[in-house]
Every structure is written in structure tokens, then in C-alpha cells.
């Protein structure tokens, strides 16, 4: 059974960096494109940023720049480096695998780290 747990989250002031990571279980992680979702308040949720399984990664115009996506397959773990924090960052904030299961591509998600950057 796939789980993701995140970590990392929390307050931090505009301008500021934190890191978020996200250990994944039960699945042949270094063979799934992992990625960060994230979801404010009143706002549908978003794709952050991605990666496949040979480190080649893409991101929201709005992150571009400022956060960086990486994977250690070694520990499983994948990582989001959010650095300029801008209040319109603060999001709940979802790690996401995609796992091909029964001839089709099946999305597992964990369950949120809060993000909050203040002004």
C-alpha cells in the first residue's frame, strides 16, 4: 500500500525558505514521477512542481525560480527547496505519486503540510 507522509511545513516571513519533504512507502519509488501540489483556501489544488524517475523536472511559472524539486531514490524521499517566499505561497501543500497499477497510471497523495508565509 503506497503511503506518503510530508514534512516540513510551517509560518515563516516573506522572503524567507523552508524545505518540505516527503517520504514514500510500499511502491517502487525511484521508477514513479513524483510531485508538489498545493491548495489555498477557496483555490482549486495546483501543481508546484514535478519530477520523473530520471530527475528531469518542471514547475508553475508562478514558483519558477524560487522553489526546486528533488529526489534521493536511495531514501525514498522526495524534496521541495522553497526559497523567496511570497504570502500567495501559502497553500496546504500535497506530495502526489503516480504509480502505474493495472494498466493505468493511479495518483497517491499525502495528507497536507500547511505552508504560511506572512507579510
Known amino acids: 500500500q503506497v503511503q506518503l507522509v510530508e514534512s516540513g511545513g510551517g509560518l515563516v516571513q516573506a522572503g524567507g525558505s523552508l524545505r518540505l519533504a516527503c517520504a514514500a512507502s510500499?511502491?517502487?519509488?525511484?521508477?514513479?514521477?513524483m510531485g508538489w501540489y498545493r491548495q489555498a483556501p477557496g483555490k482549486q489544488r495546483e501543481l508546484v512542481a514535478g519530477?520523473?524517475?530520471?530527475?528531469?523536472?518542471n514547475y508553475a511559472d508562478s514558483v519558477k525560480g524560487r522553489f526546486t524539486i528533488s529526489r534521493d531514490n536511495a531514501k525514498n524521499t522526495v524534496y521541495l527547496q522553497m526559497s523567496s517566499l511570497k504570502p500567495e505561497d501559502t497553500a496546504v501543500y500535497y506530495c502526489?505519486?503516480?504509480?502505474?497499477?493495472?494498466?493505468?497510471?493511479?495518483?497517491?497523495w499525502g495528507q497536507g503540510t500547511q505552508v504560511t508565509v506572512s507579510s
Open positions: 502526489n505519486e503516480q504509480v502505474f497499477k493495472s494498466g493505468r497510471w493511479q495518483h497517491y
Open positions: 510500499g511502491s517502487i519509488f525511484s521508477i514513479n514521477p
Open positions: 519530477i520523473t524517475r530520471v530527475g528531469t523536472t
